[in-house]
């Protein structure tokens, strides 16, 4: 039986709860703040939620998952138990036209978001550092796939197309990302929640490196449309220029390998939210309409 609570990982009185009420033996954050765009104009959310709800769920973790809960030197735990922190590539920061970011690539975050999850990632790091709490760090590349918010830039971008919308595009378009299908990052976590071993960071990427121009443009001649929409707006601070990951750990020690084309993935998703776009009409609200017109159309 799969059972669903909604709340807060800030809420101690709630995660308390969830430890107490059932045998938890595995915890993988994928929860945080995300886009970009909103922790320029809303920094404390995401420190928040990123950083403080991340350390009230190690802090409660660590408290069940100890064999001696009463010796707070004690290192050992209960046999299986394991906390997964799901991070980004852009923790590290921005690579130049060549290379990709390997595990001891240094952090070096360029806008509140990253700086964020960053900061959750060195406190999970110290969690087993100080107190043995088993942990993986997973960073990975750009993903896409169903049910992605459209604020983000693949959907943004299909929605619009749909609705003859101007697609607004940070300054050049020339930011290059590794786009990753959502259900190999699943596949990545899975193999690393069994097989990882404790205290270990493993990079996630698709191999599929596009310009944000170069994107868009493949989306506008799958549905037919013109590249008149494309509207070119000032760039936003700290944007940074490429990412790109090397997943060779990851592949060579687990044997994890990513299945999709980005081909592949990325026809399969525009077909995705032609055939939802009930759920796309949903999901926007007048909340959305705001954010939207905040970001892209008073620039």
Same mark, same amino acid.
């Given at each position: ?9 800030? $809420? ?30 809303? +920094?404390?959310? #995401? ?66 978001? +990253? ?62 990302? $590794? ?46 449309? +013109? ?12 944007? $940074?220029?490429?990412?790109?990951? $090397? ?14 084309? #980005? ?37």
């Amino acid at each position: 039986m799969t059972l669903l609570y909604e709340g807060d990982i800030r $809420d101690k009185e709630l995660v308390e709860h969830l430890f107490s009420t059932h045998d938890i033996e595995v915890v993988i954050n994928f929860t945080a703040e995300s886009h970009v765009d909103r922790s320029i104009e809303e +920094s404390e959310l #995401f420190l928040q939620t990123n950083v403080l709800g991340t350390q009230n769920l190690l802090e409660v973790a660590k408290k069940h998952w100890k064999l001696k809960p009463q010796d707070k030197y004690s290192r050992s735990f209960k046999e299986g138990v394991k906390f997964i922190q799901i991070s980004t590539d852009e923790v590290y920061g921005s690579l130049g036209e060549v290379g990709s970011f390997t595990e001891r690539t240094p952090l070096a975050p360029n806008s509140p978001y +990253s700086a964020s999850k960053a900061s959750a990632d060195l406190l999970v790091r110290a969690y087993y550092e100080t107190f043995g709490i088993p942990i993986n760090i997973t960073r990975c590349s750009n993903n896409y796939g169903p049910y992605q918010f459209p604020e983000k830039l693949i959907p943004l971008m299909i929605h619009n197309c749909l609705l003859c919308k101007e697609l607004p595009i940070y300054g050049d378009g020339l930011q290059i990302r $590794d786009w990753l299908h959502v259900e190999d990052h699943c596949r990545a976590i899975d193999i690393v929640l069994h097989n990882g071993m404790s205290g270990e960071v493993y990079n996630v990427g698709g191999n599929n490196e596009k310009t944000n121009l170069e994107l868009v443009r493949l989306i506008i001649n799958y549905l037919g449309q +013109s590249e008149t929409l494309i509207k070119h707006i000032k760039d936003r601070p700290g944007h $940074d220029r490429r990412y790109a990951i $090397d997943s060779s750990k990851i592949m060579t020690q687990l044997g994890w390998r990513p299945h999709y084309t #980005f081909e592949e993935g990325i026809r399969e998703i525009v077909e995705w939210y032609i055939t939802h776009k009930d759920w796309m009409d949903h999901i926007i609200s007048g909340e959305y309409d705001q954010h939207y017109e905040e970001m892209y159309l008073k620039i």
